[in-house]
């Protein structure tokens, strides 16, 4: 009796043992395949968008029928470079100083110290051969004729890039240095440049006419993209780990989908580039399968921020024309409001999904706030290497979720940035350090309403006497909401919970103050940080004049 009592508690020891344990001793060392989409809203994939989406994506959704989709995944900017910082390095971006050596567009050079801890290194160390495909935008080192900023007339393209991806930890990449609409158009491959770059192009939605590769064509772009991924994983064995990131161009403008995907969505050719993003999916899934590397590979699909306002069936970039696809039913923000460059969630909130056999239930969601800052944390704790202390100081785990998607999630709270303005999120509050949407007053921001000048004077208008910049971190001009049950921010709380305010604004001084978000010893910020910059001069000038 004794002894039958002894192994059922040593039975139940074990399997309370290997439920609790961390998700990276319950399988080998994965592969992981991350594939980042490029202005893909939330609401462009079928699985999140439901009846108000129009668009086919099949792979994408059979993605998440085999893993889990999370529902309150959130970027770091809503707008390009700075989520790819952040999610390079789990380092918030602004923690970062500014760039050097740049030129316009795709000549933008790097920011010191991006390449000093990145994915590609910590999983380096872990016995991973690391791949980069795609779009890259985190800054290039290019051979200038003088040795001076690179720009267009500037750039020896016989000669090879100085920095890039082989700096940040990647043994073999192919990438277009900034994005579809930004000269230089041209593929760098480990570094050297791909071809003769002696043309001048240009594509639809912004036309901005630069250098490019003779042969070079936009509509090529995405299978370039998704031929070189099926290429990287060809040569992968199976007993040796693999980390792959395919950048996409899509469905970012230029509105460029491949000629076999033109006329094939409904919604108009918006739609078909989006299509040719889920086909993206299916071909790296095939050749995984094709490889017999399925089994143990963690795939991962994302966005790197909302969708584009100007963006849609006209090819030409065109002030809020997503509304028109809004008008047949489509909603790239989902139930969300606002779009690329706002506060809002619109903007902010993005697909995420994993899928691992074996490992991650099928057909899962998961509730819990993660940020995709989190990928370095995340992915060092998958394969066991530790972080030193300066390395991820703003990025927290949720290895736990994908074991167990109803787990409590580590993150409690996530700063985030619109392109004029913080935004912090604490539990279900979110308090937006503006007072409308936080971007220009660019065309290109249309459409995310209350526009900055409409905003900012209703704010003065509200606010009696001389105001500090001290009072900017106050009610009128900020924005508290509920997301509990207020998922489309319509209910402005920031004159009813003053003190929720306050708090708000001190946990990101504080964060601001410590150089981390995690515990560890204190960092430094390689720049001078303002929670509220009033001189910064994509602010109305009404707003700058009032100031003391």
């Not at 790819?84 to 380092?91: E, S």
């Not at 001076?148 to 990438?175: A, C, H, M, W």
């Not at 998922?487 to 708000?504: G, I, T």
């Amino acid at each position: 009796m004794c002894r039958c009592l002894f192994l059922v508690v040593v039975v139940v020891v074990v399997v309370v043992v290997l439920c609790s344990a961390p998700t990276s001793v319950l399988a080998a060392k994965p592969n992981i395949v991350f594939i980042l989409a490029d202005d893909l809203g939330i609401g462009d994939v079928n699985c999140y968008g439901g009846e108000r989406c129009m668009i086919d994506t099949p792979h994408i959704d059979a993605l998440a029928a085999g893993g889990v989709r999370f529902t309150d995944a959130h970027v770091n900017a809503s707008f390009c470079g700075p989520t790819r910082q952040a999610l390079m390095t789990g380092r918030y971006n602004w923690r970062f100083g500014a760039t050097v050596g740049s030129g316009p567009w795709g000549f933008v050079g790097p920011r010191p110290n991006t390449e000093k801890s990145t994915l590609g290194k910590v999983l380096k160390r872990a016995g991973y051969r690391t791949g980069y495909v795609g779009k890259w935008h985190l800054g290039t080192t290019m051979t200038t004729f003088d040795g001076r900023s690179q720009n267009p007339t500037n750039v020896d393209f016989t000669k090879p890039l100085k920095y890039g991806p082989p700096q940040f930890g990647f043994d073999e990449s192919f990438i277009l240095p900034g994005s579809l609409d930004m000269y230089p158009y041209a593929f760098a491959r480990n570094n050297e440049w791909q071809g003769e770059v002696t043309a001048q192009k240009g594509w639809s939605a912004f036309n901005r006419v630069g250098p490019a590769e003779k042969n070079f064509l936009d509509h090529e772009v995405l299978a370039t993209f998704y031929s070189e991924a099926e290429s990287f994983l060809a040569k992968q064995k199976k007993d040796d780990p693999f980390f792959l990131f395919l950048a996409l161009t899509a469905p970012h403008t230029p509105i460029s989908p491949g000629v076999d995907w033109q006329g094939k969505s409904k919604l108009g050719v918006y739609g078909d580039f989006v299509m040719e993003v889920d086909h993206s999916v299916e071909r790296v899934m095939s050749a995984l399968k094709k490889q017999g590397l399925d089994e143990n590979t963690l795939v991962m699909f994302s966005s790197d921020h909302g969708p584009a306002s100007y963006a849609g069936n006209i090819l030409k970039a065109t002030p809020a024309q997503i509304q028109k696809l809004e008008a047949k039913g489509h909603y790239s923000n989902g139930p969300h409001r606002g779009y690329k460059f706002s506060v809002y969630e619109g903007g902010l909130r993005v697909p995420l999904i994993a899928s691992w056999p074996g490992v991650i239930a099928e057909g899962s969601t998961c509730d819990a706030l993660v940020g995709l800052n989190d990928f370095m944390a995340t992915f060092a704790e998958l394969v066991d290497v530790k972080l030193a202390d300066h390395e991820g100081p703003d990025s927290i785990s949720f290895a736990r979720l994908l074991g167990d998607s109803n787990a409590k999630g580590q993150r409690q709270n996530l700063i985030m940035q619109s392109v004029t303005s913080f935004v912090v999120r604490d539990g279900n509050w979110k308090l937006c350090l503006c007072p409308g949407s936080g971007t220009t007053d660019s065309p290109n921001a249309e459409g995310n309403d209350p526009m900055p000048a409409v905003a900012w004077k209703q704010a003065l208008e509200n606010f009696e006497g001389q105001f500090t910049e001290s009072d900017l971190v106050r009610a009128p001009f900020v924005q508290l909401f509920d997301l509990s049950n207020d998922l489309h921010e319509d209910n402005n709380l920031a004159s009813q919970y003053p003190e929720r305010v306050a708090a708000m604004v001190a946990l990101l001084q504080q964060q601001v103050a410590e150089g981390r978000s995690t515990p560890g010893p204190k960092l430094s910020n390689d720049a001078h940080v303002r929670i509220v910059n009033i001189n910064d001069k994509r602010l109305p000038e009404i707003v700058r004049r009032r100031v003391e």
